[in-house]
């Protein structure tokens, strides 16, 4: 035994093994450690992975929104200067309405309706705001204000009319949803062709079906037509293409938040596209009762001319009087009054008058002559007392 | 300009006047002028017809009117209004009337007797 205390060896491993342990035990420690760091590291990773996807999605959703409220608010502007624009081309139209002037007018005006046609397509896809507070109208007048936006729209026939009118918030999106189909419609069909609307009315509210005669849409554009047309798939600002194609993104959108259905799946019997607006019952509203005279400046003179007029031609009246429908399913208007220049026989008797009314009267005049007596005493060849 | 959010203070009509009359401006034969008398005529207008010209026609069937007051009345620029009353006219739907000729000068000496007869009446 004392053989083995006095080994030097010995005590080195009395003193090792502790050290021993302790390492051990250290390098236990730090392995967990290290396992640790690295699980950590690893789901770091992972979560890294992940984020990048989402912080790649968030740049390029916070970039979309940068564009959309820069473009919104430029589209504002350019809206409300349209729209000024326009009012005052109506001033001027009215004004030389007689001169040959009026010609170039009515074509600044066509190009002054596209432009803020197309402000406000890019305003919709912005989120923004189609900008005109409109009155209740008839689909045929918001079909035509559909056609009067697009370049070529002589070449629109509207084949039908409608005694269904449109609620006054859906005015303005259906006529641009139609006028952008209609772009679409003239610019795929050769320049000379015509494009047909035709309104119709079914159960469940009332179809524009807009037919062209063009090289119609190979599959591939049908589907990208009908994803963008579905509500499904909102396509921003970014996702327009190059060139950027405006068109069916801007119908989808305005389809979307007014509720309307647009379909451009079918073949039109020309052989092109036709394209089907099917605006819902909630969206239609009766014909408003037609404004007899625009101006509308005293009712109640027309209500009293009436007689004369309706004597002289009593059959055009009885006819025109008679509220309802005409044979062709349209509402018939009722005239109010007409505005003749003929006279009637008793016209020239005055409008009766109360007693108190011709009393007070009587009175004024009594007042003024007096007034005028004692007011100049002075004047010429006049002795007032 | 207005400010955003607020609504615009009015707007102009939803059909544009060249949408009306399909592009075309004053017709080229003028047979209309401001005091060309139109009627409707006898013969009843289709059904399928456009808003303006229906208006057009109800407006003037109680009797004569002169084209500018037809203007007036539709809101419409004159130009327009006349190409709506020749599509009417040469429809047949319409009859227009030369405006009434203007009156002859009246003698100045019939004046001056008249003037002299009343100054000796009540001069």
Redesign the interface.
């Known amino acids: 035994m004392t053989q083995y205390l006095q080994d030097p060896a010995f005590w080195a491993l009395i003193a090792g093994t502790p050290l021993a342990a302790t390492a051990i035990v250290r390098g236990r420690k730090a392995r967990a450690n290290l396992r640790q760091e690295k699980a950590e590291l690893e789901k770091r990773a992972a979560d890294l992975d992940n984020n990048y996807a989402e912080a790649v999605q968030e740049a390029h959703n916070r970039a979309e929104e940068a564009t959309k409220s820069a473009l919104k608010?430029a589209m504002?502007?350019l809206q409300?200067?349209a729209?000024?624009q326009?009012?005052a081309?109506?001033k001027t139209?009215?004004k030389?309405?007689?001169?040959?002037l009026?010609?170039d007018l009515?074509?600044i005006?066509?190009m002054n309706?596209q432009f803020g046609r197309r402000a406000q397509s890019i305003a919709v896809l912005c989120d923004g705001w189609l900008?005109?507070?409109?009155a209740v109208?008839?689909v045929?007048?918001?079909v035509?204000?559909a056609?009067?936006r697009i370049r070529h729209?002589?070449r629109v026939e509207i084949r039908?009319?409608s005694n269904f009118a449109l609620v006054s918030r859906a005015?303005e999106p259906v006529?641009l949803a139609l006028a952008e189909l209609l772009d679409n419609a003239t610019s795929y069909s050769a320049p000379d062709s015509p494009i047909d609307i035709t309104i119709r009315t079914v159960p469940k509210g009332v179809c524009v079906i807009i037919d062209d005669a063009g090289v119609g849409m190979n599959e591939e554009e049908k589907n990208r037509a009908d994803k963008l047309l579905s509500a499904t798939h909102a396509t921003g600002v970014t996702g327009l293409g190059n060139p950027p194609q405006f068109g069916f993104a801007v119908i989808g959108v305005l389809a979307a938040r007014y509720g309307f259905t647009v379909s451009v799946d079918s073949a039109s019997p020309y052989g092109g596209v036709r394209a089907v607006v099917l605006l819902p019952e909630d969206l239609l509203t009766n014909m408003p009762e037609?404004e007899?005279?625009?101006?509308n400046h005293v009712p109640a003179e027309a209500e009293q001319s009436q007689p004369?007029?309706?004597a002289?031609?009593g059959?055009?009246?009885s006819g025109?009087t008679v509220s309802g429908a005409?044979?062709?399913?349209?509402p018939k208007?009722r005239?109010k009054?007409?505005?003749?220049?003929?006279p009637r026989a008793d016209s020239t008797s005055a409008p009766a008058r109360t007693s108190e009314e011709s009393a007070s009267i009587m009175g004024a005049f009594q007042r003024g002559t007096q007034s005028g007596r004692s007011a100049n005493p002075n004047r010429e060849g006049h002795d007032p007392q | 300009m207005t400010a955003p959010g607020e609504q615009e203070p009015q707007s102009a009509q939803l059909v544009r006047p060249y949408v009306i009359t399909n592009g075309r401006g004053l017709p080229e034969n003028d047979q209309f002028n401001l005091i060309t008398l139109v009627t409707a005529s006898e013969q009843r207008p289709p059904s399928q017809l456009d808003p303006e010209k229906r208006s057009l026609l109800e407006l003037c069937a109680g009797g004569y009117l002169s084209v500018a007051e037809i203007a007036g009345h539709m809101g419409l620029p004159i130009g327009i209004v006349k190409v709506l009353l020749s599509d009417l006219s040469s429809d047949g739907y319409l009859i227009t009337r030369a405006p009434a000729p203007p009156a002859q000068l009246v003698d100045v000496s019939l004046l001056q007797e008249v003037l002299d007869g009343l100054q000796a009446r009540f001069g």
């Not at chain 1, 030389?96 to 040959?100: C, I, K, L, M, R």
Request: no cysteine.
């Open positions: 608010s504002r502007t409300g200067l729209n000024e326009q009012l081309i109506s139209q009215d030389y309405g007689e001169h040959q009026l010609q009515l074509e005006d066509h309706s900008g005109r507070q409109r109208a008839s045929y007048d918001v035509r204000s056609k009067g729209y002589t039908s009319q005015v006529a037609p007899e005279q625009p101006t004369g007029g309706s002289m031609t059959a055009a009246v025109s005409t044979a062709g399913g349209l208007r005239r009054g007409s505005i003749s220049i003929v």
